[in-house]
Structures are given as structure tokens and as C-alpha cells.
């Protein structure tokens, strides 16, 4: 039952689904180590800004959604993390987030989450699995 799930993979670019399946994001080599990526998709019928983060070998995505005020995080296209790479660092009023939880360690969002995702790697490939 699960494999056939996967056939049924759209990818998600500027398109609308017409119902809600697990979405392919991009390969695991599209995304440096460290480094992130941004994505839009559809959840739920909805237009979702997500982004994912490589860190150490690991991949991590959220809503890219500040629990601070719903700001999106990136500074530019696909940047989300701080200057060391160490955090994700959101671009209005700089909160620090732990890459691998999400958490808010310094800033007005201080011990706040941002919405974590749930992703598989297939084959090289990062799936929201919703
Ligand atoms: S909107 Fe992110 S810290 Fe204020």
C-alpha cells in the first residue's frame, strides 16, 4: 500500500493538485551542505511556502512561517540560514531557530516552534510525506 502511494507523486512548482498526496521537493544534491532551500506546494488545497535545510548530512523542513508574526524567514531566495550556517535565522527581526527542532533560541519568538514537516528520502529524494 505504501509503494503504491508513491506513484501517485506530482511534482509541485507553480501548480495547483487537484487532491493531497506526498510531494517530491528536489533531490538531496540540490541542497548544499549546510544549506536551504524554499519550495511552494500544495497542502491540503492550499499554498504552502516550505523550506528544507541540510545540515551535517540531515535533512530538516518546515512552514516557512515565523511564530512571531506568520513573516516568511528567508533573507533571499533559498537563504535561511545565519551567517555561520550554524541556525536559521529569520530575516525580519532576526530570531534564532535550531535547525534540527525548530526551536526559537533567541529573539521576540523565544521558545516558540517553527511547524515542522514530516519528509522521506527515496531514492535521493526529499518527500513531504503528508
Ligand atoms: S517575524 Fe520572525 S522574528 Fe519577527
Known amino acids: 500500500m505504501a509503494v503504491n502511494r508513491y506513484y501517485d507523486i506530482i511534482f509541485f512548482f507553480n501548480t495547483t493538485l487537484s487532491h493531497d498526496v506526498s510531494h517530491i521537493l528536489c533531490k538531496t544534491t540540490d541542497i548544499n551542505d549546510?544549506?536551504?532551500?524554499?519550495?511552494?506546494?500544495?497542502?491540503?488545497?492550499?499554498?504552502?511556502?516550505?523550506?528544507?535545510?541540510?545540515?551535517?548530512?540531515?535533512?530538516?523542513?518546515?512552514?516557512?512561517?515565523?511564530p512571531h508574526t506568520g513573516a516568511t524567514l528567508?533573507?533571499?531566495?533559498?537563504?535561511?540560514?545565519?551567517?555561520?550556517?550554524?541556525l536559521i535565522q529569520c530575516a525580519t527581526h532576526d530570531a534564532l531557530f535550531f535547525i534540527n527542532s525548530g526551536e526559537c533560541i533567541a529573539g521576540?519568538?523565544?521558545?516558540?516552534?517553527?511547524?515542522?514537516?514530516?519528509?522521506?528520502?527515496?531514492?535521493?529524494?526529499?518527500?513531504l510525506d503528508l
Open 34 to 66: 549546510p544549506g536551504s532551500k524554499s519550495f511552494e506546494v500544495n497542502i491540503k488545497r492550499k499554498t504552502q511556502a516550505v523550506f528544507v535545510v541540510h545540515k551535517n548530512g540531515e535533512f530538516f523542513a518546515y512552514l516557512n512561517q515565523c
Open 108 to 127: 521576540p519568538c523565544k521558545g516558540q516552534f517553527l511547524q515542522v514537516l514530516p519528509i522521506l528520502i527515496i531514492d535521493d529524494e526529499i518527500r
Open 74 to 86: 528567508d533573507w533571499q531566495e533559498d537563504q535561511f540560514l545565519d551567517l555561520d550556517k550554524a
